[in-house]
């Protein structure tokens, strides 16, 4: 896991902040059911099943923040572009009905009663936001604000969403 950012003042009135973390991590497991232990007749004889999983994630985040009064006036406003990047692999092995009973092995069971699977899961979401705030004399106060997501999981025709407020 790790994240790093970065804020630039570009003047009294405008600044610039990025951000970006990232989570990876491997994972192994497995699962036995000991020879004359399961009440499923497959597993009978052992089953075992091993799953080695990869995971990473990136978030990624640009954002512009402009604050500017001018006499009785005060605007504030935010104007931004955010990511989420996941990759998901995992790959699955499992054996049942094992020919030698105490030998615990993927390998220590007939060819059709061995599984193999793989399964990857690939993910992106792309988002562009902004936010605008106005107040006068400090007591009339507008807001308005807009985000539009693009996400990889949604059909292609319906891959855009807006939702805004007032």
Do not use: C
């Amino acid at each position: 896991i790790g994240t790093a950012y970065v804020n630039l003042k570009i003047s009294d009135w405008l600044d610039a902040t990025y951000r970006l973390g990232v989570d990876n991590y491997t994972t192994q497991f497995s699962s036995l059911t000991s020879p004359g232990s399961s009440v499923k007749v497959a597993w009978q004889n052992g089953m075992l099943s091993e799953t080695n999983r990869y995971y990473n994630y990136i978030n990624s985040n640009f954002m512009l923040n402009f604050h500017k009064t001018f006499s009785d006036w005060d605007i504030n406003a935010i104007a931004g572009v955010t990511t989420e990047d996941s990759y998901v692999k995992s790959n699955s092995a499992r054996a049942e009905n094992f020919s030698i009973p105490q030998f615990i092995s993927i390998n220590n069971a007939a060819k059709e009663n061995q599984y193999f699977s793989q399964a990857i899961t690939r993910k992106r979401l792309a988002g562009f936001y902004g936010d605008v705030r106005v107040g006068y004399k400090n007591m009339l106060f507008l807001s308005a604000t807009g985000r539009n997501d693009i996400s990889s999981t949604l059909p292609v025709k319906n891959q855009s969403f807006f939702y805004p407020s007032v």
